[in-house]
């Protein structure tokens, strides 16, 4: 029903209006003509007096033009059997009836089949085929085949890779006022890869997308008048142009305005206004958010002081990875606070954060190993872990690494050198993989 009310809101400047003409449809659409039978077909969609709504008679008359030829009533109903009730969704047949309105020419169908090609609905997936139709429907005018044939060229599906030709395409459908089209004309002129890089003609073309309610390009504006890269430095349009977006519900936008609002950049400095944009991204799973969340129940800056709270929140990030998060994870349970002291658990929490290279993690996990707190007491992965944070510079790490040394043996110190060595050589593989 609903792709029949959407026929209807878009062709309804085709119905005729008075109750003699109404009635003229059905005596027309029965003796054959196909623009009849589709108006009737919307008619019986509708439920527009004297019809009752009956979606099977909708479907007949919608059936009855199309198997005349009409393009779009062709078009509609294979949109229809894409989209379930009134009709069961059958692809072969939404595939059937699209190929032959884009066989009229037709944009809107050769745009559509160009998707289904695309995406290997109702047809083997075949991206030279979709490049086939979209380029049909592009040069048409049709301002979403022209997005997609610049994507097609940008990636090198179907067709071979070609900058030009993306920026030609993208160019064609920003022109026309296309959103996603401008943003990555945008992105394009700022990287500098498809044309020569340009931060004017970038900050430009995100503001058009920007003003449409794009919320990529609102964050991207956003972060260029912060860092001054491509525009001006001006934080209280950052802030502008991060609201917008974070009111869209745009995760890192809300982070960065609960920074703006915690550091009064470019706005007045308001604690509960940045903890309520840190809640909405870190609600969203923004680990870096929920690490501040946590930081600010621990502290009581901004919240009422809270430490079950913080550990909530620090556990969060800390499982997505986030390394700070694991290391005050570790802390928490280590001294008790908004958890049961638990050594096990703040091994644990340490070991994840110092095996990202954390230096505090790995010196907090060196003194566990040393004092034989939550792991086994072993002297050579003391000394290891704090060789470790001692080469980041960690002043506390290299003391006790020193004291430590005073009660290993010769072969103890060679054996926790080796495994620095090799802990160091395996990080650096992973980072290059």
């Known amino acids: 029903m609903l792709r029949l009310l959407t026929i209807l809101l878009l062709l309804s400047s085709a119905l005729l209006c008075s109750g003699a003409e109404i009635y003229d449809i059905r005596e027309a659409a029965e003796q054959g003509d196909a623009k009849a039978q ?41 949109l229809m059997y894409t989209d379930a009730p009134p009709l069961a969704e059958d692809s072969a047949e939404a595939v059937k009836w699209c190929r032959k309105a884009a ?12 998707r289904m090609y695309y995406l290997g609905y109702g047809v083997p997936e075949d991206h030279a085929e ?3 139709w979209y380029r049909k429907a592009a040069e048409q005018g049709y301002v979403d085949a022209q997005f997609n044939l610049g994507l097609m060229y940008a990636k090198g599906e179907g067709v071979a890779e070609d900058d030009a030709e993306a920026m030609k395409w993208y160019r064609k459908a920003a022109e026309q006022g296309d959103a996603k089209a401008q943003f990555n004309f945008g992105a394009i002129y700022y990287s500098g890869k498809g044309a020569p890089k340009d931060h ?7 503001r058009k997308a920007a003003e449409q309610g794009y919320v990529d390009a609102q964050f991207n504006l956003g972060v260029i008048y912060y860092s001054g890269k491509g525009a001006p430095k001006d934080h209280a349009e950052a802030v502008k142009w991060y609201r917008k977006a974070a009111e869209q519900g745009f995760a890192t936008a809300q982070f960065n305005l609960g920074v703006m609002y915690a550091k009064g950049e470019g706005v007045a400095e308001d604690d509960a206004e940045a903890v309520k944009w840190y809640r909405k991204a870190a ?19 901004g919240a009422p002081k809270d430490h079950a709270e913080a550990v909530k929140w620090y556990r969060k990030a800390a499982e997505q990875g986030d390394v700070d998060a694991q290391r005050n994870l570790g802390v928490m349970y280590a001294k008790g606070r908004g958890v049961p002291q638990d050594d096990v658990e703040a091994a644990k929490w340490y070991r994840k954060a110092a095996e990202q290279g954390h230096a505090e993690a790995q010196s907090n996990l060196g003194l566990m190993y040393a004092q034989g707190e939550g792991v086994a007491e072993d002297d050579v992965m003391g000394y290891m872990w704090w060789n470790l944070a001692a080469a980041q510079g960690h002043e506390a790490a290299k003391e006790n690494k020193g004291m430590i040394s005073k009660r290993m043996t010769k072969e103890q110190i060679a054996e926790a050198q080796k495994l620095s060595r090799e802990w160091l050589a395996k990080r650096s593989s992973d980072e290059d993989a």
Do not use: C, R
Not at 39 to 60: C, F, I, R
Not at 200 to 206: C, F, P, Q
Not at 283 to 301: D, M, P, R, V, W
């Open 283 to 301: 609600e969203q799973g923004f680990a870096t958010a929920q690490f501040n969340l946590g930081a600010i129940y621990y502290s009581g800056k």
């Open 38 to 78: 589709f108006n009737l077909g919307v008619l019986y969609a509708s439920g527009m007096p004297p019809y009752t709504e009956d979606d099977a008679m909708a479907v007949k008359w919608l059936h009855k033009a199309a198997e005349q030829g009409d393009a779009l009533t062709q078009y509609h109903l294979g």
């Open 103 to 114: 066989e009229q020419g037709l944009a809107e169908a050769q745009y559509s089949l160009g």
């Open 130 to 132: 979709a490049v086939k």
């Open 200 to 206: 004017a003609e970038a900050v430009k073309w995100y």
